[in-house]
């Protein structure tokens, strides 16, 4: 008889494959129906790519990540808390990005629905886990708003800041593999498993959109995906409130250059709603010629820089504010030099 360590290890051997192959195999899938279906990203003046590409990819790490929740959640090897957010809330955001990908909706009915989801999310989570600010704790309340408006700025962000290729699966490839290296390091590897799954997924998808790309993610795939880190952030923080902070680090390079363009484009009275090609990383892409170079940079920033500063703050060798603010002020000077918010 297979002893249950070794028979835990074949069985997430066996989650993590499947994720991959699945999302790698519906992915090709994907792109012919996005092919027969005219479901085409066409280039104009905001666009960071030249070549009409098929959109909607980003179904496949939907479908593989949610089918992977639903049979934790079904084997009592996923929690409430964490499947109801991603099945239900994350389902909800799913299918409005997948509606809006193959005919544009409202963004008052599109913000509708991700305040839904946020709301629902936040409810099942548990709110915004116990945080000290200049030695007091945030009250529940407040706690709770920041939370939503946390989700909901995540998937927003993320459907920003996936404009190149491989950009969006590099940044959820680093977050999920470091935060799932820090559930380790603080004795609570299980809590780490989705997000290699959700990385297991993203990497099939990756296959197809890594520069030059096949076939773009698509609102559907990339409002997800921000979605669901927000959640695990949520969630890291109910394990151990530094990890809160630590997955905040992991996810700088997308939170500094998405924010931080849209308070420039606000202060310079531009309309934050409509399309644009101002982020750092665009202006990067346009200034080298090269998605790849580009991409490849954020995963090294993420590597070398964003990831031993989470390790730190995740040890508590160095208090989880500074250590977010240290993580952050390099990656706001960078974005600043590459005019974030400005015009190209």
């Known amino acids: ?57 980003g179904v496949a790490v939907v479908v593989s990540l949610v089918l992977a929740a639903g049979l934790m959640y079904w084997l009592n090897l ?32 599109r913000l509708l629905a991700h305040f839904s989801a946020a709301i629902t999310a936040v409810y099942w989570l548990g709110g915004l886990p116990p945080i000290e600010l200049l030695g007091a704790e945030l009250p529940s309340g407040v706690g709770y708003v920041v939370a939503v408006l946390l989700l909901v700025w995540m998937l927003n962000l993320y459907n920003f ?44 998808f990756l296959v197809w959109n890594f520069p030059p ?3 773009f993610m698509g609102d559907a ?37 998405a924010t931080l363009t849209l308070l420039v484009r606000l202060l310079r009275g531009e309309r934050v709603y409509e399309a644009h090609r101002s982020h750092a990383y665009q202006h990067a892409a346009l200034k080298y010629g090269s998605h790849l170079t580009v991409s490849l940079t954020v995963l090294l920033i993420n590597i070398l820089w964003l990831f031993p500063l989470a390790y730190l ?32």
């Open 78 to 109: 996923l929690a409430a808390t964490l499947s109801l957010p991603i099945l239900v809330s994350g389902g909800v955001v799913a299918i409005v990005g997948f509606l809006d990908d193959h005919g544009h909706i409202a963004a008052r009915w």
């Open 161 to 204: 800041m996936d404009g190149i290729d491989g950009i969006a699966g590099i940044q959820a490839i680093t977050t999920c593999v470091g935060g799932a290296i820090l559930y380790v390091v603080v004795g609570q590897p299980a809590m780490g498993e989705l997000a290699i799954v959700l990385a297991c997924s993203v990497a099939g």
């Open 1 to 57: 008889m297979i002893d249950q360590p070794l028979s835990n290890i074949l069985w997430l051997a066996c989650l993590f494959a499947s994720a991959f192959f699945l999302t790698l195999v519906l992915t090709a899938y994907l792109r012919r129906y996005a092919l027969a279906s005219s479901m085409l990203d066409i280039p104009n003046q905001r666009s960071s790519h030249s070549v009409p590409t098929p959109r909607g990819g």
């Open 221 to 257: 795939g990339s409002g997800f995906l921000g979605f669901v880190l927000g959640v695990f952030a949520l969630q890291a923080g109910w394990v151990q409130s530094e990890l809160f902070f630590s997955w905040l680090i992991l996810l700088g390079v997308f939170v500094v250059d």
């Open 213 to 215: 790309a096949r076939i």
């Open 313 to 344: 703050v995740a040890m508590q060798r160095i208090n989880d504010l500074l250590g977010l603010s240290i993580a952050y002020m390099p990656l706001v000077f960078v974005a600043l030099k590459f005019r974030a918010g400005r015009p190209t």
